[in-house]
């Protein structure tokens, strides 16, 4: 996790420098539903690079907003979930979700 000083002072700030980028807010969406699998998410997430996959889960694990479960199995499963922390966003989220399917209603009444 990041330190208070590490922070931007401003909350807004704060919460953009944690989930400000599309693929880690696309990340979550998947994760609001249910636990999802590395190999499940890089095949959803159409046109996100391993790397890219991989830099976003660790950040979004050290920030404290997933989990990483390892499954003692062979081969290994591994899986990310929503920690607490991370469920906390879904109100958030779902805002998001009903201002973009309203900007879209809204852009469709527009233009008929």
Known sequence: ????????????ATTVSLIGNKWK??????????????????RNLEGISQ???????RQMETDGIITRT???EVPPRVEYALSELGESMRPILMSM??????YKANLNNRMT
């Open 1 to 12: 996790m990041k330190t208070k000083e590490e922070l931007p002072e401003c909350p807004v």
């Open 25 to 42: 807010l696309l990340i979550l969406r998947n994760l609001l539903v249910c636990p999802w699998r590395f190999n499940e998410l890089h």
């Open 51 to 57: 790397k890219v996959l991989t830099e976003s889960l």
């Open 97 to 102: 979700q009903d201002w973009g399917n309203n």
């Open 70 to 72: 390892v499954y003692p």
